[in-house]
């Protein structure tokens, strides 16, 4: 009965190699997000994606790129991974964007790249 | 730009103690602040969410204070317990941000038993 839910959880990987991290939320929201945390664990935002819309599409490397098949999933795929980007993604949704509603978050996936 | 900061970096009572938690912004302009829970290996959980028109938002133990004109906002937790050590995080919601929250660093919290 998760409410949004990531996997994989961990992920280890070397530099160059192509991966995907995949997340679902049943909460019935309209809005999804991708975030980063960094080693000093500040998080930042990285994509959202109002009923399958990108509607946020911060300053990051086009290797990575933001799949919503669905307003029920964001997928994110990452293309020739550096070192640089070790850190725990998070993946949440919200009712809505633009308003009131609180953030749910996934449980996180902790990409490290060799 | 939006830069949102809480003090202090970490912080560790007894328990029984109450806890204090800073959270300063420096644009008032914000939809929202709200308040989260980061267990070491998990995602956020949202404790509070206050509006931009509100002063304040009570859960339980829990309440939260917003004074948007100085930007702080006090997370103010009672009678704290070993089960509330956690980090909390603070997010401002940016008017101008079609929904991207802008996060502090946290506050790592220990309550010894």
């Known amino acids: 009965d998760t409410a949004v839910s990531q996997t994989p959880k961990y992920l280890v990987t070397q530099m160059g190699n192509d991966k995907s991290i995949k997340c679902e939320q049943n909460?019935?929201?309209?809005?999804m997000y991708w975030y980063k945390q960094d080693s000093k664990k500040f998080l930042k935002i990285m994509f959202s994606?109002?009923?399958?819309?990108?509607?946020i599409n911060e300053t990051v490397p086009n290797r990575f790129s933001p799949k919503s098949p669905d307003k029920a999933h964001l997928n994110l795929h990452i293309n020739s991974l550096e070192l640089g980007d070790s850190a725990v993604y998070f993946c949440a949704s919200s009712q809505r964007q633009g308003n009131n509603s609180p953030l749910h978050f996934g449980n996180g996936t902790r990409l490290t790249v060799t | 730009k939006q830069e949102v900061t809480q003090i202090p970096a970490a912080l560790s009572v007894p328990e029984g103690e109450n806890l204090v938690l800073n959270c300063s912004f420096t644009d008032s302009a914000i939809y929202n602040l709200q308040w989260f829970r980061q267990d070491p290996g998990k995602g956020l959980t949202s404790l509070l969410l206050?509006?931009?028109?509100?002063r304040e938002q009570t859960s339980g133990r829990l309440n939260a204070s917003l004074d948007k004109s100085s930007g702080r906002s006090t997370l103010y937790i009672a009678a704290s317990q070993p089960g509330d050590s956690a980090t909390y995080l603070c997010?401002?919601?940016?008017?101008?941000?079609?929904?991207?929250?802008?996060f502090g660093a946290g506050t790592q919290v220990v309550v010894t038993p």
């Open positions: 909460l019935g929201h309209d809005t």
């Open positions: 994606y109002n009923n399958k819309e990108l509607i």
């Open positions: 997010a401002v919601k940016p008017t101008d941000s079609w929904g991207k929250l802008q």
């Open positions: 206050i509006q931009s028109s509100q």
